[in-house]
Every structure is written in structure tokens, then in C-alpha cells.
């Protein structure tokens, strides 16, 4: 069964910067294609950021040039590196598989705020 351990959620201020990482155990890390996932308050839980094979990423328009994903196949740990961040921002960070995501963890809770 695979699990998910989020980590590096805060608050900062409109600008700041935070770096999250989330260990996955349970699964071929190296073979699959793993994802940022933000819910805001209130809202659905949207895919922000996507960590392919090698080292091909995508983004969400929301946080292109700003968040940069990044993986670890030898520590099975994916990173979201999140830079000029804004109020917008603001939700529980959760990674996951990529196309289908399945049991979530508890996520990491990330507050932009002045």
C-alpha cells in the first residue's frame, strides 16, 4: 500500500518562499510520474505541479515560473520548491501519484499572509 509523508509547510508573507517534500514508500518510486496537488479553502484539490521520467516537469499556468518540482529516485522523495508566492497560494499541498491519484496523506498546510 503506498503512503504519503508531507513535510515543510508554513506561513510566510506575500513574496516568501518554502520548500516542501513529501517521501513515498509502497510503490516503484523510480517508474511513475508523481504530482503536487493544492487544495484551497473551499475548493477542489487541482494538480499544480508534475514530476515525469528523467527530469521533464509541467505546470499549472497558476505557478509556472514560480514553483520548480524536482525528484529524488534514490531517496524516493519528490520536492516543490515554491518561490514569489502569493495569497492564492494558500491551501494543504498534497503529492500523489501523477494520472491516478489514490490514498492521500495528510498533506502540508502552506499560509501566504501579511
Known amino acids: 500500500q503506498v503512503q504519503f509523508v508531507e513535510s515543510g509547510g508554513g506561513s ?3 513574496g516568501g518562499s518554502l520548500t516542501l517534500s513529501c517521501v513515498v ?3 516503484t518510486f523510480s517508474i511513475n510520474n508523481w504530482g503536487w496537488y493544492r487544495q484551497a479553502p473551499g475548493k477542489q484539490r487541482d494538480l499544480v505541479a ?3 521520467g ?3 516537469t509541467s505546470y499549472a499556468d497558476s505557478v509556472k515560473g514560480r514553483f520548480t518540482i524536482s525528484r529524488d529516485n534514490a531517496k524516493n522523495t519528490v520536492h516543490l ?3 514569489s508566492l ?3 497560494d494558500t491551501g494543504v499541498y498534497f503529492c500523489n501519484y ?3 491519484p489514490t490514498d ?5 498546510q502552506v499560509t501566504v499572509s501579511s
Not at 104 to 108: F, P
Open 54 to 56: 528523467g527530469r521533464r
Open 98 to 100: 501523477a494520472t491516478y
Open 25 to 27: 514508500s509502497g510503490s
Open 50 to 52: 508534475t514530476a515525469l
Open 81 to 83: 520548491e515554491m518561490n
Open 12 to 14: 510566510v508573507q506575500p
Open 104 to 108: 492521500w496523506g495528510n498533506g502540508a
Open 86 to 88: 502569493k495569497p492564492e
